[in-house]
Structures are given as structure tokens and as C-alpha cells.
């Protein structure tokens, strides 16, 4: 119970520095100022892109970014936790037919299982098991880089803070990340894979404990901080919301706003 309540306390504390969902953005906003989902948000606010179109391409975002229509990539960047927690909300409320089959089609490759491009290769931690692949990596961050900051981030949040330790899905040992070419301006995401009910790190049965997976940028040079930093920034950023879907706080009926849910991420990038 004091780590939840400490969770809700350290959430309350940043409701006044990250915004709730930003509506879609005004006409003035020149596009090099909007980031690819709120391209694809303003498209369909104005008129000139269907719903589900619109989930399409933000799939395709997460999955498969070369297939993007030129005037929704963007380099600004953006986190995609909450957006694809959205688009997989909104897809399982859409009626089966073709719209639905081709999100779905689109978003398998983003999961966190799916492989790298190139050879497969694989490193532990006492937290973590990162899959990756090393030539394709960006040259000023080692795989040894990305396993110390994710480390860093759980001694930092778990060990330190107290938080849960976010559950894991049957037949995992260690949380796992898959370190994966992603568009210009996505940091990283964080998915829910499978709904364990009772997070075991907890003295209490949330009974809505959410296991998840992370996908991480396998370059992070073009962002506005240099890639440590921006490496650091993200997996504290994401690693939070891996805490979160443990918790069952994104997924469960007590859902917060998303002033919560960001703010607590974006706090943590600080810490």
C-alpha cells in the first residue's frame, strides 16, 4: 500500500509541469512543430483523414515507418507509451473488417518480441535481457551503454524509490527490451503483453497487474540532448510505465489522467 501511495504522491507532484492529451493542435502550428501522432490527430480533426486511417499510419509509425506518407514523418520527438496504449484501446473497440485486420496486421512487428533487423544478438543484466544487434547500433552508444542506463533506471526507481518491480510474462526471468531501428523522433515504447492479475513484487492482488515488454531507439543521435543523454531520459521515461502497467494503472478501471501517467515518466527522466 506505501508504494502505491507513493506512486500517486510522486504522480501529483509533476500534474502541474506535463499537460493532459493535448487536443489536436491549431491551424497555426506550423507541421516541423507537431510530432507524427499529432500530425495524424490535427489530419483527423480537420477532416482529412478517417479514424481509422489515421490508426493505420500511427501503426505503421511503431512498425514499419518507411511505409508513412511523407507529411506525417517527423522528426519531433515523442513518447509512444500512451499512444499506442490509445490505438490498441481504440482498436479493440472497432468492429472486425478490413481497417481492424490491417492495424493489427501492422502493429505484430512492434511488439517487443519481434527481431531486429540483422544478426540477433543477446545481453543480461541482473534486471534485464536486451536483444539487439550490434551493427546497426548507434556508434557513440555501446551495448554495454544501454545495459548499465537500464540498469541504472531500476536501482534508481525499484531499489531506491521502492516501486514495484513490474511482473513478468510466463517464461521470462528478466524483464525484456528489444533494441530496434525506430522512426526519426520516437524515443522508445513500453506495451502491455500479458495480464498476469497479481503483480508478485506487491503484498496486495492488484488483480489487473499488466506484464509488458520495451522497445528502445537503436540511435539516438538527431535528438535534441546527445544520445546519452537522450539513452538515459528514455529508459527512465519508459521504465516508469513499466511500473505503471504493473501496478495495473494503465490498463485497470482506476485508470489516472494522463497528466498522471506522463507526468510521473517525465519526472522521472530528472531523477
Same mark, same amino acid.
Given at each position: ?8 504522491? =510522486? ?27 499529432? #500530425? #495524424? ?16 499510419? #500511427? ?8 511505409? *508513412? ?37 501492422? #502493429?505484430?512487428?512492434?511488439?517487443? +518480441?519481434? @527481431? ?18 550490434? /551493427?546497426? *547500433?548507434?556508434?557513440?552508444? =555501446?551495448?554495454?551503454?544501454?545495459? !548499465?542506463?537500464?540498469?541504472? =533506471? ?26 530496434? @531501428? ?23 492482488? @492488484? ?10 531507439? !537503436?540511435?539516438?543521435?538527431? +535528438? ?6 537522450? *539513452? &538515459? ?6 521504465? &516508469? ?8 494503472? *494503465? /490498463? ?9 501517467? @506522463? ?7 530528472? !531523477?
Amino acid at each position: 500500500m506505501l508504494a502505491r501511495i507513493a506512486l500517486v504522491a =510522486t504522480l501529483f507532484a509533476s500534474l502541474s509541469m506535463v499537460p493532459a492529451e493535448a487536443a489536436p493542435a491549431p491551424a497555426a502550428v506550423p507541421p516541423g512543430e507537431l510530432s507524427t501522432p499529432e #500530425l #495524424l490527430n490535427r489530419a483527423v480533426a480537420r477532416g482529412r483523414l478517417d479514424r481509422p486511417t489515421a490508426d493505420r499510419y #500511427l501503426a505503421l509509425a511503431f512498425s514499419d515507418h518507411r511505409r *508513412l506518407p511523407d507529411r506525417f514523418v517527423s522528426d519531433v520527438p515523442w513518447d509512444g507509451t500512451f499512444p499506442l496504449l490509445q490505438l490498441r484501446e481504440r482498436l479493440a473497440r472497432m468492429p472486425p473488417g478490413q481497417s481492424r485486420a490491417a492495424i493489427r496486421q501492422a #502493429l505484430d512487428p512492434a511488439m517487443c +518480441f519481434g @527481431e531486429p533487423d540483422g544478426p540477433d544478438e543477446d545481453s543480461t543484466s541482473p534486471y534485464f535481457h536486451v536483444h539487439y544487434d550490434s /551493427t546497426t *547500433l548507434d556508434p557513440s552508444l =555501446t551495448i554495454g551503454a544501454y545495459v !548499465e542506463s537500464l540498469d541504472t =533506471t531500476w536501482e534508481t526507481e525499484v531499489v531506491d524509490f521502492g516501486w514495484a518491480a513490474p511482473p513478468l510474462a510466463p517464461s521470462f526471468t528478466k524483464y525484456p527490451v528489444l533494441i530496434n @531501428e525506430l522512426m526519426p523522433g520516437l524515443y522508445g515504447f513500453v506495451a502491455s503483453t500479458f495480464g498476469v492479475g497479481n503483480n508478485p513484487s506487491t503484498p496486495w492482488n @492488484e488483480g489487473d497487474a499488466q506484464a509488458s515488454c520495451m522497445v528502445l531507439n !537503436e540511435d539516438y543521435t538527431g +535528438f535534441p540532448s546527445p544520445p546519452q543523454a537522450s *539513452l &538515459n531520459a528514455t529508459t527512465a521515461h519508459e521504465f &516508469n510505465h513499466s511500473i505503471q502497467f504493473g501496478y495495473g494503472a *494503465l /490498463t485497470g478501471p482506476n485508470r489516472p489522467d494522463a497528466a498522471f501517467i @506522463e507526468g510521473g515518466a517525465t519526472w522521472m527522466e530528472d !531523477e
